[in-house]
């Protein structure tokens, strides 16, 4: 009974200091892929994307001069919250955290070794040409089916309503 309690102290003691352990080799793997897949330069222009495209929203409201100058005004304080609250620094350990949450070290060590190579890099480089390429294709097929949708939709209406009206 001795020898059980004894050993149930040592792992209680030890185990969690194994698992932290491990847990920050899987952490340090995640962080050294996101340096592979410079994903803190994707997130800087997906923020200056997504700056640009409010920045355009926000003047197309504002037609007059001065209404354009309030806007930059609240435009600047906006992008000052984006950048405080999205910044990689602000965020990085979360990322890093799903990162190792999803995959375990071996794997994340794959992605890395994968991301370093000639082909990772190329597949990064070419990763946001890709993603917009892609979504013009999808934009064109689901405009090719929207009117066949809207129709459906409608359709779905019309049997709600009469079946209100009964």
Known sequence: MKAAISGLLFLSVYLPSFCFASDLSQRAAAEKLMMETRIDKMLEKYTLETEEKLKKQLLAVAPKDTDRQIAEKYFDNINKIINRELGWQKIKDEVVAVYAD?????ELNEMS???????????????????????????VKMQGCLPEVKKLAGDMEKEMANKNIR
């Open 102 to 106: 999803l995959y375990t070290k071996d």
């Open 113 to 139: 070794k994968f991301f370093s190579s000639p082909a990772g890099q190329k597949f990064i480089a070419k990763a946001s040409e890709l993603n917009e390429r892609l979504i013009s294709v999808l934009r």
